[in-house]
């Protein structure tokens, strides 16, 4: 299997993403301490195929492999979250945020 880590600081076991939209390339791998604001809208979970590592594009992305990037923690809980709520999948500013929108569904 393979092992993924940001392309900015190494780190891994941790929720990474990539940009959406572009060919795989793993330097461009980020934990959420490395995205900035401009570039949260570009950057998408980046969810593998458990059997062999490969990475999912992001509009066919199976329920199985979003649920094992839900598992794995974020680098960092004070900043931008991916999250999810019945109504709104997508950055959440921190826990916090998260939590207060999760309460509205």
């Not at 809980?77 to 109504?87: D, E, G, I, P």
Request: glycine share 8%; charged share 30%; net charge neutral.
């Amino acid at each position: 299997m393979k092992k993924f880590k940001c392309g900015e600081c190494g780190i891994d076991n941790v929720r990474l993403y990539r940009p959406y939209g572009h060919f795989y390339r793993p330097e461009d791998n980020r934990c959420n301490v490395h995205i900035t604001l401009e570039q949260r809208g570009w950057y998408v979970p980046l969810c593998t195929d458990d059997r062999d590592g490969t990475v999912w594009r992001y509009t066919s992305v199976p329920p199985d492999a979003l649920e094992r990037f839900y598992v794995l923690p974020e680098n960092n809980l004070f900043t931008w979250t991916w999250a999810k709520t019945r109504s709104y999948e997508g950055w959440f500013l921190g826990l916090s945020a998260y939590r207060d929108e999760v309460g509205k569904t």
